[in-house]
């Protein structure tokens, strides 16, 4: 499911989504789930919303965008 150089978001590549109009809606609504399941998940009524890999992964992802804005290119992972 996953490609090289796309943010994935509940299954969705993020780039589909990235419409300027719905773009606040759509981060909006992800992120109340989001903090539901975690609120759930804390209380031991839920999973967590978020697996150790994805959440590596997003990590290293942020790792590389503040390494690129220091050297001012694009890096590799």
Do not use: F
């Amino acid at each position: 499911m996953s490609k090289k150089n796309t943010l994935w978001l509940d299954c969705v590549p993020l780039t589909s989504i990235l419409v300027k109009s719905q773009w606040k809606d759509t981060v909006s609504t992800h992120l109340a789930e989001y903090y539901r399941q975690l609120s759930r998940a804390m209380s031991g009524r839920g999973c967590v919303p978020v697996s150790g890999p994805k959440a590596r992964d997003l990590i290293h992802i942020i790792e590389l965008a503040v390494l690129s804005s220091r050297v001012g290119k694009s890096v590799e992972s």
